[in-house]
């Protein structure tokens, strides 16, 4: 495999701030090929994963250098159809195989966890760490590592699932010979929030913020405000839709609705305010992630036309299949297409190939940004176990939506507890006291221990100390689902409690990992 060598593009902007994801504190357990070294930058490191199409070992890459693999997963990945989504919190990626089961690849332990033994149609994630499906006729699943969720709908037809970016899900029904009704639920809670009925869409389109949902019908197109389910615009276009793309912030949409031209329309004047010629008919659209180039598909055949977003200027066409996973921008502006076996990556500004991964076209590439792959402490990975003066229970704070804190056990367990407290262990003296234990070799700042998952990534969403944002850890007090915030973990207890006061907020620290 050729390693790409070519001058990097200037610093990113547009979604390059979205993509810009906080550290996580763990890598991955799989075969390290070739450790990280270049962990000294500031921001994450930009990554390629790639699994073989028929299935096997997951691989990843430091971008461009595609040539020595920095990471190999300890098991095989299943035949897989598309990579869905990453959560850089967890360090899980989200996977979708042909035959129709989900799954996500750990990049930190280097597991392959299927999210469940059954077949599911229409998968989709929004974050990597939920995904949604159809099981069925009538049962909308949502699988997460820390448990399953079901919602049983009978005598609907349920045509398409949008996961949002704040745990909610939009389900659109075939309602009647020309209506769809969207509605709208937050898991675990099965109450139905929102609804709207609307002719039934020919295209949709979200946007990465999250904040809209885009429906065309015919030459209408319907912009709906996903908090609410409110139509926020609704603008006639000069021809029939066949494509849409808005840009990763969403201020603007690119509409094909003419034989050679795509239509720009801003959300804020509402109106049409820029065409661009192109030399045919596009049937797709595709947005560079950093939102700095839009791939339009030609129907003529294998071509892909390359149009500037900041300056909707047409830049020419290059060659290569058109995939689910490629042709994509990568993080220095290259785009990276199919053609024969090979995958080659050729310059947007001048359209010259500037690389090439020799028999990489077999892969499903996925594109993200995330520095896990880092070296880490040694013995950083080891479970903390915690115990109660010698009782075998484990007992959890947790903040619940009242922000009291409550604690996760029954009466009994309470009351040997408190007796525990009430009684101090007797020391023998006379007797050779042990030696002190070892050190610990990492502590953990906590912040919060709650029984809901979006409430703690709420939480986990508003504390930043020193660039670093806290992140969420699934775990079991007894037989309760509880969700830690935390931060670290750090290699001494200063550090951790430096970082700790320095959050502004009530803390307690301890040694070990979550």
Request: proline share 5%; charged share 25%.
């Amino acid at each position: 495999m050729t390693h790409l060598r070519y001058s990097p593009k200037p610093a990113l902007t547009g979604r390059a701030v979205l993509f810009a994801f906080a550290a996580v504190t763990a890598c991955g357990r799989g075969s390290d090929d070739g450790p990280l070294t270049k962990g000294t930058l500031a921001g994450p490191d930009p990554i390629v994963v790639r699994v073989a199409r028929k299935g096997g070992k997951a691989r990843a890459y430091r971008y461009p250098e595609l040539d020595s693999a920095v990471w190999t997963s300890a098991q095989n990945v299943p035949a897989v159809s598309l990579l869905m989504a990453f959560d850089h919190e967890n360090g899980l990626l989200a996977y979708a195989d042909s035959s129709g089961m989900a799954g996500w690849i750990d990049l930190r332990l280097g597991s392959v966890r299927p999210a469940t033994r059954k077949r599911v149609t229409l998968p989709a994630t929004a974050d990597g760490w939920s995904v949604f499906g159809i099981s069925g006729k009538s049962d909308i699943v949502r699988f997460t590592p820390a448990g399953d969720w079901t919602l049983s709908v009978k005598n609907r037809v349920i045509s398409d699932l949008l996961p949002q970016e704040d745990g909610t899900l939009l389900v659109l029904f075939d309602d009647g010979d020309s209506k769809t009704l969207v509605m709208r639920v937050r898991p675990p809670d099965s109450r139905w929030l929102d609804s709207l009925e609307m002719d039934r869409p020919d295209h949709v389109a979200r946007t990465d913020v999250g904040d809209r949902v885009y429906f065309s019908v015919g030459q209408r197109l319907h912009a709906v405000s996903t908090a609410n389910l409110r139509e926020a615009a609704n603008l006639r276009i000069s021809g029939e839709i066949t494509a849409l793309a808005p840009t990763p912030s969403g201020d603007r949409i690119y509409v094909v609705s003419h034989s050679d031209a795509i239509d720009v329309y801003d959300r804020y004047r509402n109106e049409v305010v820029a065409r661009v010629q192109v030399p045919g008919v596009v049937t797709e659209l595709r947005m560079d992630g950093f939102g700095r180039y839009l791939l339009a598909r030609s129907a003529l055949g294998d071509t892909t036309w390359v149009i500037s977003t900041g300056s909707n200027r047409f830049l020419g066409a290059i060659a290569g299949k058109w995939r689910t996973d490629l042709p994509a921008v990568g993080f220095d502006g290259a785009i990276a297409t199919v053609r024969g076996s090979d995958v080659v990556f050729v310059d947007a500004t001048n359209l010259q190939e500037v690389g090439r991964a020799k028999g990489a076209a077999n892969d499903v590439w996925y594109f993200m940004q995330w520095n896990g792959f880092r070296p880490r402490a040694q013995g950083i990975d080891q479970p903390v176990q915690f115990s109660w003066r010698g009782q075998d229970s484990v007992m959890a704070a947790a903040l619940g939506d009242t922000g009291r804190i409550a604690f996760v056990g029954n009466a009994a367990d309470s009351a040997k507890r408190a007796a525990a407290l009430q009684a101090p262990t007797r020391i023998d003296t006379a007797r050779a006291t042990a030696p002190p234990p070892p050190a610990s070799t990492s502590w953990t700042v906590s912040f919060a221990v709650v029984l809901s998952e979006d409430r703690a990534r709420s939480v986990a969403r508003e504390i930043v100390v020193e660039g670093e944002r806290a992140h969420v850890v699934p775990g079991k007090s007894g037989e309760t689902d509880v969700f830690r915030v935390v931060l670290g973990p750090f290699r001494t207890r200063s550090d951790a409690e430096r970082v700790g006061k320095a959050s502004g907020r009530q803390y307690w620290v301890y040694d070990g990992v979550p």
